[in-house]
């Protein structure tokens, strides 16, 4: 240990060693991410302006939004920096502070997810006592405590993270710095860390998800038992969209987080890690918008506003 020279940093393999094809992918991705910020941002603001849209669901949506462009922001600007310079280096300091911001931003999405589901149960279960239960001050709490939530279960495998030592080896066989690749090549005994961080994600995925599922096993039910088929259906399509999310979200994130060792190869696991990390968060706003009629009337009521306001100043 004592003649290992300490990393300063690391070298990020990235999507493929193909020069030829990281062309596209640098357009792919340059073009993903400006649409990513783009749609999350339209979200933010028609929720923000339309009255229509000022209830529960949409406050809760519009944090949704803010995690996404800063979980998309944390990993993307990086990788496509990399690309197009050619230099796939990033610092330990810089790679410990992505991985962290990785993990925050992602359990609080995951809080913000269960508080939606808890939002539709109210609102389909107990529609009499919504407004009351549901009122400002509830909403407020609780997006604070997802943002407090996310917060505090990742500080302490952080603390552990940020702890580690690195001095051999500097290769990590990923596109941006997560902690299964990371904690590799820490030169110490990684295993009260590896077990902090599986605990976590116990508490992190499966907590919540228990959330989602008992949520919508109560709602499924109450559905049933609306008599007519257009109310059924009326009613459920209020959920489709965030059940379609929440499919997306937690499969890729158990698949990387929450499975045996050796149980799948890097490479698919990077793909994987492309889905969640820069795929899901250009889907949502596109989820959200093209299966909600709601928020695309205040779109288009939105739109024609700027319309007007514009051919006024001409």
């Not at 039910?221 to 499919?247: A, Q």
């Not at 997306?248 to 890097?266: A, D, H, Q």
């Given at each position: 240990?004592?003649?290992r020279t300490t990393v300063r940093e690391f070298i990020l393999l990235g999507l493929t060693d193909n020069h030829q094809f990281e062309v596209i992918l640098f357009l792919l991705l340059f073009g993903i991410y400006l649409l990513t910020l783009i749609g999350n941002m339209l979200i933010i603001i028609i929720t923000l302006l339309n009255a229509q849209l000022h209830n529960p669901m949409y406050f809760f949506l519009r944090h949704v939004a803010w995690v996404e462009i800063g979980y998309t922001s944390n990993i993307n600007p990086k990788t496509l920096a990399n690309i197009a310079t050619g230099s796939k280096s990033i610092s330990v300091a810089g790679c410990k502070?992505?991985?962290f911001l990785?993990?925050?931003l992602g359990v609080t999405e995951f809080l913000?997810?269960?508080a939606m589901s808890v939002d539709r149960y109210i609102a389909i279960c107990n529609p009499l006592h919504y407004s009351t239960i549901m009122n400002g001050?509830?909403?407020?709490l609780l997006v604070l405590s997802c943002w407090a939530g996310g917060l505090s279960l990742i500080l302490v495998p952080a603390f552990f993270l940020f702890q580690m030592p690195f001095c051999g080896p500097n290769i990590i066989n990923h596109f941006y710095c997560d902690s299964g690749p990371l904690l590799k090549l820490a030169c110490g005994d990684t295993r009260l860390v590896e077990l902090i961080d599986f605990v976590t994600a116990i508490l992190s995925l499966l907590g919540t998800l228990s959330v989602n599922i008992v949520s919508y096993v109560k709602i499924i039910s109450t559905i049933l038992r609306i008599p007519s088929t257009t109310g059924r259906k009326k009613t459920f399509s209020t959920c489709t969209s965030h059940m379609t999310v929440v499919s997306l979200i937690y499969s890729s994130c158990i698949f990387m987080y929450i499975k045996p060792k050796g149980t799948s190869?890097?490479?698919f696991n990077k793909i994987v890690a492309l889905l969640n990390t820069i795929i899901a968060p250009l889907l949502i706003p596109f989820l959200y918008c093209l299966r909600n009629r709601q928020v695309q009337d205040?779109?288009?009521a939105e739109v024609k506003q700027w319309i007007g306001f514009w051919k006024k100043l001409r």
């Amino acid at each position: 240990m004592a003649n290992r020279t300490t990393v300063r940093e690391f070298i990020l393999l990235g999507l493929t060693d193909n020069h030829q094809f990281e062309v596209i992918l640098f357009l792919l991705l340059f073009g993903i991410y400006l649409l990513t910020l783009i749609g999350n941002m339209l979200i933010i603001i028609i929720t923000l302006l339309n009255a229509q849209l000022h209830n529960p669901m949409y406050f809760f949506l519009r944090h949704v939004a803010w995690v996404e462009i800063g979980y998309t922001s944390n990993i993307n600007p990086k990788t496509l920096a990399n690309i197009a310079t050619g230099s796939k280096s990033i610092s330990v300091a810089g790679c410990k502070i992505q991985s962290f911001l990785c993990f925050v931003l992602g359990v609080t999405e995951f809080l913000l997810l269960a508080a939606m589901s808890v939002d539709r149960y109210i609102a389909i279960c107990n529609p009499l006592h919504y407004s009351t239960i549901m009122n400002g001050r509830t909403c407020s709490l609780l997006v604070l405590s997802c943002w407090a939530g996310g917060l505090s279960l990742i500080l302490v495998p952080a603390f552990f993270l940020f702890q580690m030592p690195f001095c051999g080896p500097n290769i990590i066989n990923h596109f941006y710095c997560d902690s299964g690749p990371l904690l590799k090549l820490a030169c110490g005994d990684t295993r009260l860390v590896e077990l902090i961080d599986f605990v976590t994600a116990i508490l992190s995925l499966l907590g919540t998800l228990s959330v989602n599922i008992v949520s919508y096993v109560k709602i499924i039910s109450t559905i049933l038992r609306i008599p007519s088929t257009t109310g059924r259906k009326k009613t459920f399509s209020t959920c489709t969209s965030h059940m379609t999310v929440v499919s997306l979200i937690y499969s890729s994130c158990i698949f990387m987080y929450i499975k045996p060792k050796g149980t799948s190869k890097l490479e698919f696991n990077k793909i994987v890690a492309l889905l969640n990390t820069i795929i899901a968060p250009l889907l949502i706003p596109f989820l959200y918008c093209l299966r909600n009629r709601q928020v695309q009337d205040a779109l288009r009521a939105e739109v024609k506003q700027w319309i007007g306001f514009w051919k006024k100043l001409r």
